[in-house]
C-alpha cells in the first residue's frame, strides 16, 4: 500500500477512517465519542480499556473493530481463578520428552480482555509485558506477538461486587480510559429493534493488518510544531502537584499527576486525530479534544476534590 506522498496517504487515512465508523454504524447505535477514541487509539498503536455498567455492547463493539479491520480476534474472559499461563501459554511436554510452548489467546491482533478488575493482579501483570514490549516470556524465551497488537479492556465501575482495581502501572498502559454511557432514549429504541428480529447485519472488511501498520508509520510521521508540543507537554506538567507549572488549586484538588507517558500519547493521539479531521498537522483543539480520556486515569484526586464532587474530567477541564 503505496502513496505518493504522505499527504495523499493522510487523506487515505482520513477515507478509511470514515469508512470504518459508517460499518461500525450498522451494528453500533450512537457511542459515537467511544468508537472514535478506540480507532484513535489503534491508528496510534495504543491500548484502549473501556468502562460501564454491563449491557452497553463493549463486548461488541470490539467484535465489531475486529471484524471490520480484518484482524485476528481472542476474547478472554477474566475471572477470579484464571491464571497468568491462561493467557500467555504454556510449556507442555511433548511425545518427543521436550518441552515446547503452546501460545496462549494473548498470541492474536486484537485482545478483548473482558472484564479485567474480576481477576487477582498476579493475572493482571501477566499483561503488562505483552501490552508494553509486544512480546511475552515463558521458561526464559521470549516469543513476539503479532503485528498489529491492541488490548481493548473493559471494566465495570470499580464500585461492584468481586473486583480488583487496576494498579497504576497497569492503567498507564492504556492510552484511553473511555467511559460509556447509558444510550439516549432514541437510541435505546433503535437497539432494542434491531436486536428483538431475525435480521442479521454483515459489515465490510475495510483494512487489513499491513494496511493498519502502515497508518500507523504515517501517524508517527506527520509533523508538530513546536508550540502544540509545549502546550501539551505543559499541559501533563500542570497535573502535577507541587511542581513548576502546578496552580494552588491543582495542589488542593490532586495528590498524584501524570506521568511522561500522558505527554507521548497526547502527542500521538492529537496527530492521529488531527488526520482523520482532514488536517496533516495538530493544533491546541486537537490535544483539548482527546486529553480526558488521556489524562483521568492517569490523575490522583484528593480528598478536597472528592468532598467537592469533582471528577478527573471537570479538573482536567480547569487545566485549559
Known sequence: MQHRSDVEAADALKAAYQQIRSEIGKVIIGQDEVVKFVLVSIFSNGHCLLVGVPGLAKTLLVQ????????DFKRIQFTPDLMPSDIIGSEILGEDRNFKFIPGPVFSNI??????????PKTQAALLEAMQEKAVTAA???HKLAQPFFV?????PIEQEGTYPLPEAQLDRFMFNVTLNYPTFQEELQVVKNTTSTAHTDVNKILNAQQIIYFQQLVRNIPVTDNVMEYAVKLVAKTRPNTQFAS???NRLLSWGAGPRASQ????GAKCHAVINGKYSPD???IQAIAKPILSHRIVRSYHAEAEGLSADDIIEQLF
Not at 485482545?111 to 487477582?120: G, K, S, V
Not at 481493548?152 to 465495570?156: E, G
Request: charge should be negative; glycine fraction near 2%.
Open 64 to 71: 465489531t473493530v475486529a471484524r471490520v479491520l480484518d484482524l
Open 265 to 268: 500519547f497526547l502527542i500521538l
Open 152 to 156: 481493548l479492556a473493559t471494566q465495570n
Open 111 to 120: 485482545i478483548l480482555a473482558d472484564e479485567i478488575n474480576r481477576t487477582p
Open 140 to 142: 526464559g524465551v521470549t
Open 284 to 286: 491546541i483543539e486537537d
Open 248 to 250: 494552588a488549586q491543582i
